[in-house]
């Protein structure tokens, strides 16, 4: 008996091209997201298939670095809004409990889900960030990996706040031991995104670069870790992932995914749901601009750092 | 040779370098234990400064040889309860360390077990996590933040001072030929508190660093003395 694969005809059969993996001869694979017309949002076929090709690198004595990015525009704008299942009965809501157990262990506590996944890698882990690095791809891959190298202009952080509360932002261990606590809670609090260059000042990035050297850079340093001794890799990775045992940031905090359950929005920000049935969650950031008092995570476009 | 002053609640400790540690020579690390324990106990010391002569802090020591941890006395005296490292990193005394030149594998363990670090302008800082198994990643996290302590790990960077300095692993980087007189002069301003209210920081500070699993990561050293161990025999020789 086999478990079941959650989503739809379509995601499943799409996945293993929405999510390619190749190693090079210095030991390096690279998982890359390959839905460049939804800037790489992860359906869930495409996060099964992450957690999968974790585990064969994590299994390939070859491969010393684990390097994730993503084509076209985007590293990745987090999961697929309203997301599709697959669940039997089409009467229930969309996330029935069955669903949701299993989102929650995704995204939060589960052994099984994508996220832990990357924080348990055997292999150093390096994330190759440019344009957008939303939601999900923020906290549950960029904040998994050891090393994050980063667009100067890359669009970092917590923009799914402004429409799932910023609970899970502002509450992880990870983050706040990341970026400290007071960048965690402005990146929660406000959904503003950070620049490559401010998640640099801040910690969370190893190395900043012109998004078109990107690759290169990214691939330069991949490169002189794997040409580290295997032994000497394989302790450091071993050690750090004891220490961050220890200090509970291999287990991002629940809270924020339970809280954004049970979100229930006042009249006017109803109007950004009903916005964004119409144009998408992206028109709906835009049009929301003009809600007074309302924080706009797109403003400071290219803020000078 | 291990020089000790007190005055002015000010204990001065200084050797050659640093580098024994790396070396694991216990009787060095063991005096220098006692030596720090004495300090704290001291009611005329307020703060411990570890300071060399003006050499290298602790300079690289290529080949040095692996500590077991089946290693009675790797155990009490580098990785245990009572050891030098825990010693300093719980000490009831605010404990300084004086960087000059290189600051490598033990040298920077004892920097991340100290509450100050005032650094040369030529000081530079490589990562302790591969050649000493019972130096604290936890504090390197806490200090310098989650990722920039694992990148020091996994990429072996060296830091130089400037660097240091942003990430936090060093509070101030000053001319080597100022550095005694700056850090005489920080010391001098820790001993404008009251003994008293410096013992009780100490205290309150131990209970915050256990919450955070710094005593936890202590307390895996032996763990992984043995995982280096074992990495090294399957690579076939040193790593």
């Known amino acids: 008996m086999k478990p079941k694969r959650w989503g739809t005809p379509e995601s499943l059969a799409a996945a293993d091209q929405q999510v390619l993996y190749d190693v090079d001869r210095a030991g390096v694979a690279y998982i890359t997201l390959n839905r460049p017309e939804k800037h790489n949002a992860l359906s869930v076929p495409m996060r099964e298939r992450v957690a999968e090709l974790v585990a064969a690198a994590d299994a390939d004595d070859d491969v010393r670095v684990l390097v994730f990015r993503g084509n076209g525009r985007s590293f990745c704008s987090g999961n697929e809004i309203n997301e599709e299942w697959g669940q039997r009965r089409p009467h229930e809501r969309r996330r029935t409990l069955d669903v949701g157990y299993r989102y929650g262990a995704d995204m939060a506590w589960g052994r099984l889900g994508f996220s832990q996944a990357i924080s348990r890698s055997d292999k150093v882990t390096i994330a190759q960030v440019h344009g957008y690095c939303a939601a999900a791809a923020y906290f549950m891959i960029a904040c998994k990996c050891d090393l994050v190298v980063a667009a100067a202009d890359a669009r970092i952080g917590a923009l799914e706040a402004r429409f799932l509360g910023p609970a899970g932002a502002v509450a992880s261990v990870h983050i706040n031991r990341i970026l400290g606590m007071k960048a965690a809670r402005r990146t929660g609090f406000t959904a503003k995104p950070m620049s490559g260059t401010e998640a640099y000042d801040l910690g969370l990035v190893y190395r900043c670069a012109p998004v078109e050297e990107l690759p290169s850079v990214t691939g330069e340093i991949a490169r002189d870790i794997a040409a580290r001794p295997a032994g000497a890799l394989d302790f450091l990775v071993a050690r750090l992932r004891a220490a961050e045992g220890l200090m509970d940031t291999s287990v991002p905090a629940i809270t924020g995914l339970l809280v954004s359950h049970f979100l229930q929005a006042a009249p006017d920000e109803m109007d950004f749901w009903r916005t964004a049935r119409r144009v998408g969650v992206g028109g709906a950031l835009d049009a929301d601009k003009a809600r007074k008092g309302a924080a706009d995570p797109r403003a400071d476009r290219n803020p000078a750092s | ?239």
């Open chain 2, 1 to 239: 040779m291990i020089d000790v002053k007190v005055a002015d609640w000010v204990g001065t400790v200084q050797v050659a370098d640093f580098a024994g540690l790396s070396r694991y020579d216990a009787a060095f690390a063991w005096e220098l234990r006692d030596t720090v324990v004495a300090l704290a106990d001291d009611s005329e010391v307020k703060v411990i400064v570890l300071r060399t002569d003006g050499g290298d802090f602790a300079p690289d020591v290529p080949g040095a040889p692996l500590p077991s941890d089946r290693s009675a006395t790797w155990r009490r005296v580098f990785a245990g309860a009572k050891g030098l490292y825990q010693s300093l990193a719980f000490c009831k005394k605010v404990v300084v360390t004086e960087v000059t030149g290189a600051c490598r594998g033990a040298g920077s363990a004892l920097v991340l077990c100290s509450d100050l670090t005032v650094a040369a302008e030529e000081s530079s800082f490589g990562s302790p996590f591969l050649a000493v198994p019972e130096s604290n990643f936890v504090l390197a996290a806490l200090t310098m933040r989650l990722n920039r302590a694992k990148a020091w790990a996994v990429t072996g960077d060296v830091l130089d001072a400037a660097r240091a300095e942003e990430v936090g692993l060093v509070n101030q980087v000053v001319p080597g030929a100022s550095l005694r007189a700056e850090t005489d002069a920080l010391a001098a301003r820790v001993t404008a508190m009251p003994l008293d209210g410096v013992t009780m920081s100490k205290m309150l500070l131990q209970a915050v660093l256990d919450a955070h699993g710094v005593g936890r990561d202590f307390d895996l050293a032996t763990h992984y003395a043995a995982r280096r161990r074992h990495a090294e025999n399957a690579g076939g020789g040193a790593l």
